[in-house]
């Protein structure tokens, strides 16, 4: 079991940066996977990436090249960096842990990508 919480999320301008974070309260090493997720306004919750114990990082089409996803066991976060923010990006950041079969999530952060 595990509780995740994200922080990070804001209002930014077009074209701008965050660094979303997820902080979990147990150790991160033994997590085979974790994945962030967005759910923009009115839309279904979608998965944009993940990182594997290993490092190894995965994105969907529509992100690669401006998401970066990375963990930092020593502190229990995966961070998920986002850059040339757009509009089309505002949406609240989800992140989750599968142990075992179960997912586990946090409460989420908004982004809010407006000029």
Known sequence: QVQLVESGGGL???GGSLRLS???SRNIFSINFMGWYRQAPGKQRVWVGGITSGGTTSYVDSVKGRFTISRDN???TVYLQINSLQPEDTAVY???ATIRGTS???QGTQVTVSS
């Open 12 to 14: 930014v301008q077009p």
């Open 22 to 24: 997820c902080a979990a």
């Open 74 to 76: 020593a502190e229990n």
């Open 94 to 96: 989800y992140c989750a």
């Open 104 to 106: 586990y999530w946090g």
